[in-house]
T-cell receptor, first 116, second 109 residues
Framework: DTEVTQTPKHLVMGMTNKKSLKCEQHMGHRAMYWYKQKAKKPPELMFVYSYEKLSINESVPSRFSPECPNSSLLNLHLHALQPEDSALYLC???????????????FGAGTRLSVL | KNEVEQSPQNLTAQEGEFITINCSYS?????LHWLQQHPGGGIVSLFMLSSGKKKHGRLIATINIQEKHSSLHITASHPRDSAVYIC???????????FGKGTKLSVKP
């Protein structure tokens, strides 16, 4: 099983809503990532969890709140988002910790988020 | 911070043509990744390579560590190869990736 599963696939939310994105992998991977991707741009790293600890936070606004409840699950909690936060949110996982530079990342299909 | 440059940005080819996409980077690395993203979002890792050449089906990736350059080749291209191809390198001392801007490939029947 080399699958990273993201739910939901699509999400429309208002600026006052609270929602969560979910990412799950059962490959025993030790690092999990959240990326944001705008149209026609490469993915931008948001957060990295390594061994369930937040290792990298790329100065992401606090309206995005990551959570790693266990080694298989990664959530991204959304609150008071802005229309410019509309994007494709990608989750990825890799076998080894973030300190290992030869990690292959396995990506989920993404959640397409629209903020109205 | 490593800078990753890809060329061309856009590429249109006829079915059957041989395709080359180039990637150059500024700082020495332990490995380089080639990724494929189809319309709709999902990203697939095609290759991770540290030296020489790797082949998978009709895809070939090469890297020249001294010249800080890698190429992705597609032989006998097919419309299903139409996608964005992204080159990525590890961030200095860490495993998270720095992405190139991608090459959008369209293969016409």
């Amino acid at each position: 099983d080399t699958e990273v599963t993201q739910t939901p696939k699509h999400l429309v939310m208002g600026m006052t809503n609270k929602k969560s994105l979910k990412c799950e992998q059962h490959m025993g991977h030790r690092a999990m990532y959240w990326y944001k991707q705008k149209a026609k741009k490469p993915p931008e790293l948001m957060f990295v969890y390594s061994y369930e600890k937040l290792s990298i936070n790329e100065s992401v606004p606090s309206r995005f709140s990551p959570e790693c409840p266990n080694s298989s699950l990664l959530n991204l909690h959304l609150h008071a988002l802005q229309p410019e936060d509309s994007a494709l949110y990608l989750c990825a996982s890799s076998q080894f910790s973030i300190l290992f530079t030869k990690n292959i990342q396995y990506f989920g299909a993404g959640t397409r988020l629209s903020v109205l | 911070k490593n800078e990753v440059e890809q060329s061309p940005q856009n590429l249109t080819a006829q079915e059957g043509e041989f395709i080359t996409i180039n990637c150059s980077y500024s700082v020495g690395i332990s490995a380089l990744h080639w990724l494929q993203q189809h319309p709709g979002g999902g990203i697939v890792s095609l290759f991770m390579l540290s030296s020489g050449k790797k082949k998978h089906g009709r895809l070939i990736a090469t890297i020249n560590i001294q010249e800080k350059h890698s190429s992705l080749h597609i032989t006998a291209s097919h419309p299903r190869d139409s996608a964005v191809y992204i080159c990525a390198v590890p961030s200095r001392g860490q495993g998270n990736l720095i992405f190139g801007k991608g090459t959008k490939l369209s293969v016409k029947p």
